[in-house]
């Protein structure tokens, strides 16, 4: 599934960790990566952007976009890695790179060579606009997996030793195009590391109370209760089905897999279900081309983005698919 991984990286240790991810990923997939280092010239320019750049911290940033881009590059094992350093806006610059790759992995925080704070900005832009699908790694702790000594670009990488092999991969679904665009990729990563596929459906219950309250200004407060079941079974129905056949795929596959349905906010549940199952991986569907405010399931997939500290791949949905 995937040739050809590009790894921005800032040398963060965030961004350090999302590389050895990349490296793992790579190691599994037989893939090769792209070790990318961007310089961003606006901030090497002068007071209020009055014209003048400072070349002497110009060539600093560069010196250490090219000391990220190495270590990458040390770390990689068996891993063929092309190192590269170029200028330009972040974001526009992953997402214009991303079109000659299968896969993005990038940090959610780093230095200011990648704009700060990558979740707030270069990585909720590249997610919106990459043409690949896009995984983000973040760190609690801020800890490399980089400041030891890395085996994810080993040849036996995806062995249960590895500190990067993923043995539980959540892939929630609705049924709906966008979270049908990452069951493939959950899959595929679910078999590269043996792992076992966890199809899980969140039924919105503040969607369902709403319908009830609609319900009851018309019938009378009396009709609340009933008509919110009435509503919820049919949901709870489609999310069965829905994970089953998640589920069914992963088995034909020869993987183990688990289906769960749960009430509740789905960012929330999503969250607390990687924790208490120890999920290792995550693959969500997006779809749309105008932000993260149109999300699979609304902001679902930023909210795990935002509060999980295991990768989560995002795919977008095609226009073939159904997205607008």
């Known amino acids: 599934m995937y040739e050809s991984i590009l790894a921005p990286t800032d040398g963060s240790a965030t961004a350090d960790?999302?590389?050895?991810?990349?490296?793992?990923?790579?190691?599994?997939?037989?893939?090769?990566?792209?070790?990318?280092g961007v310089v961003?010239?606006?901030?090497?320019?002068?007071?209020?952007?009055?014209?003048?750049?400072?070349?002497?911290?110009?060539?600093?940033?560069?010196?250490?976009?090219?000391?990220?881009?190495?270590?990458?590059?040390?770390?990689?094992?068996?891993?063929?890695?092309?190192?590269?350093?170029?200028e330009g806006d972040p974001a526009e610059t992953i997402v214009d790179r991303a079109a000659d790759h299968d896969l993005v992995v990038l940090g959610t925080h780093g230095r200011?060579?990648?704009?700060?704070?990558?979740?707030?900005?270069?990585?909720?832009?590249?997610?919106?606009?990459?043409?690949?699908p896009v995984v983000t790694v973040r760190s609690d702790e801020g800890e490399s997996a980089a400041g030891e000594e890395s085996t994810a670009g080993d040849a036996e990488a995806t062995d249960d030793e590895s500190p990067l092999g993923?043995?539980?991969v959540l892939v929630?679904?609705?049924?709906?195009?966008?979270a049908e665009a990452a069951v493939d990729h959950g899959i595929a990563v679910a078999e590269a590391f043996d792992a076992t596929v966890h199809a899980v459906n969140v039924v919105d219950v503040s969607a369902v109370?709403?319908?009830?309250?609609?319900?009851?200004?018309?019938?009378?407060?009396?009709?609340?209760?009933?008509?919110?079941?009435?509503?919820?079974?049919?949901?709870?129905?489609?999310?069965?089905?829905?994970?089953?056949r998640v589920a069914e795929r992963a088995r034909a596959e020869g993987l183990d897999a688990v289906t769960d349905v749960g009430e509740g906010s789905p960012g929330s549940m999503l969250v607390d279900y990687v924790d208490e199952e120890d999920v290792?991986?995550?693959?969500?569907?997006?779809?749309?081309?105008?932000g993260l405010d149109r999300v699979l399931l609304g902001s679902t997939t930023e909210r795990t983005m935002r509060n999980v500290s295991v990768?989560?791949?995002?795919?977008?949905?095609?226009?073939?698919?159904?997205?607008?």
């Open 311 to 324: 990768p989560v791949l995002s795919v977008r949905a095609s226009e073939d698919d159904g997205a607008e």
């Open 17 to 36: 960790l999302a590389a050895d991810h990349a490296l793992a990923l790579a190691a599994a997939f037989d893939a090769s990566v792209t070790a990318l």
């Open 172 to 178: 929630p679904t609705d049924g709906s195009d966008a």
């Open 112 to 132: 200011s060579a990648i704009d700060r704070v990558l979740t707030g900005s270069t990585s909720a832009q590249v997610v919106r606009e990459s043409p690949a």
């Open 40 to 86: 961003d010239a606006a901030q090497a320019a002068g007071p209020f952007d009055a014209g003048g750049v400072d070349d002497e911290f110009l060539d600093r940033l560069e010196t250490e976009a090219r000391r990220s881009v190495d270590g990458v590059t040390e770390r990689a094992g068996d891993v063929p890695v092309d190192g590269t350093v170029v």
């Open 166 to 168: 993923y043995d539980d």
């Open 280 to 290: 290792d991986f995550v693959t969500m569907g997006t779809h749309g081309h105008t």
């Open 209 to 244: 109370a709403g319908g009830a309250g609609v319900a009851a200004g018309a019938g009378g407060a009396g009709t609340a209760g009933t008509v919110g079941s009435d509503l919820l079974q049919p949901m709870i129905e489609n999310g069965e089905e829905a994970t089953e």
